[in-house]
């Protein structure tokens, strides 16, 4: 099992920027590619970003890409997104997800554990 909680959130204004980040326990966080996603009212969930376990290979979504910096910190079970000049459609709750593997997810069907989201609202 592999427990997992998103910080970060908030308000803030068009431009602005957040880093949330998302901390794993209960398994070994090296062999965890993990991933970010949102999901805004109304809308159904999208993908973000994703990092293998190594942190090596990226991939971002092209509404995001360019903006959005996903990273992690194998030492601190840690994963980070770094959002920068946000927009309103960047509003949405955003949620972490990990599941064990080698190489770089993309697809929120692969990914067996999740963490309970933290908001981000972006007013223009």
């Known amino acids: 099992q592999v427990q997992l909680v998103e910080s970060g959130g908030g308000l803030v204004q068009a431009g602005d920027s957040l880093r949330l980040s998302c901390v794993a326990s209960?398994?070994?966080?090296?062999?965890?590619?993990m991933g970010w996603f949102r999901q805004a009212p109304g809308k159904e969930r999208e993908f973000v970003s994703a990092?293998?376990?190594?942190?090596?290979?990226?991939d971002y979504a092209d509404s995001v890409k360019g903006r959005f910096t996903i990273s992690r910190d194998n030492a601190k079970n840690t994963m980070y997104l770094e959002m920068n000049m946000l927009k309103a459609e960047d509003t949405a709750v955003y949620y972490c997800?990990?599941?064990?593997?080698?190489?770089?997810?993309?697809?929120?069907?692969?990914?067996?554990?999740w963490g309970q989201g933290t908001q981000v609202t972006v007013s223009s």
């Open positions: 997800a990990v599941v064990q593997s080698p190489g770089i997810v993309r697809s929120e069907y692969r990914y067996p554990y």
């Open positions: 209960g398994r070994t966080f090296s062999t965890l590619a």
């Open positions: 990092i293998t376990r190594g942190g090596d290979i990226t």
